[in-house]
């Protein structure tokens, strides 16, 4: 199972607000990269967070037994990359068509490629005043077989719990229609992403979080142990280690009204009718 994580600055704005060009540039990496997609890239444009400057736009791709996610900031000309996938592909070549397709500055970004199926159990040291978030990953033996439904249910009551925000209920998906190998699931949220990834012939669950924002997450361990099975292997990397840099370069002159960010966000209010 390969990770790789890219924290990149200087990007260009237009690049990182242009949907169409997102999603083009993700089903292009995939291809030429050889992982294996079995959904087209999902596109969240975010336009109502708290802070006026970190518009963007937030998008994943299923892979078999994996993902990939970006996440884009225009007016702070940086965007952030997580891609797992439970097969080989070349890492330096991703990271390089990346900076094709969004060209970034590398004295100031970030990049590291990880055997999830290697690493054990570390946790780096930070100072949380000088990163934007950590980078929690998980590999755990199953207790009992996850469902689509329980996978569903399990991302979205994690969301309160952590105190996360969520800009999008769970997708759940098996990687094939007949005979599927994985089933995944992924959550957006307005802190980045939560994910789960089962393998129905090992019985190991693969999950991870990435928040944007630090978060109190001595109690994962815990949490998973209980929920899901026993955790074997358990990472906590800080995310945004350069994010000095991450300050906007432009302010967002046209912030949307609080209306505007209300009708946006009803559904949250919607679904506990």
Request: aromatic share 14%; net charge neutral.
């Amino acid at each position: 199972m390969k990770h790789i994580m890219l924290d990149a600055y200087g990007a260009d704005e237009s690049r990182l607000n242009d949907v169409k060009y997102i999603n083009n540039s993700l089903n292009l990496i995939a291809e030429k990269i050889g992982v294996v997609t079995v959904a087209p890239p999902f596109l969240l444009p975010y336009y109502y967070g708290l802070e006026p400057e970190d518009v963007g736009i937030s998008s994943f791709v299923f892979l078999k037994g994996g993902h990939i996610t970006i996440h884009t900031f225009p007016l702070r000309e940086c965007y952030f990359v997580d891609m797992v996938f439970d097969g080989e592909f070349d890492a330096e070549k991703t990271r390089g068509l990346f900076k094709k397709a969004f060209p970034f500055d590398e004295s100031k970004s970030e990049f590291l490629a990880e055997d999830r199926d290697q690493v054990k159990t570390y946790e780096r040291p930070f100072n949380p005043e000088e990163i934007f978030g950590p980078h929690i990953f998980a590999k755990i033996v199953a207790k009992k077989e996850p469902t689509l439904d329980s996978i569903f249910d399990f991302l979205e009551a994690l969301i309160p719990e952590l105190n996360m925000t969520p800009i999008i209920r769970p997708y759940v998906i098996k990687n094939a229609i007949t005979n599927p190998t994985y089933l995944s699931g992924i959550v957006m949220i307005a802190e980045s992403h939560i994910s789960f990834h089962y393998n129905l012939t090992t019985k190991i669950i693969y999950f991870d979080i990435f928040s944007c924002k630090m978060f109190d997450y001595s109690k994962i361990v815990k949490l998973l142990s209980k929920k899901l099975g026993t955790v074997t292997s358990y990472v906590v990397i800080a995310r945004g280690s350069k994010h000095k840099f991450n300050k906007a370069s432009k302010g967002n002159h046209h912030p949307i009204s609080g209306k505007v960010k209300a009708y946006n966000s009803a559904w949250k209010d919607n679904i506990f009718k």
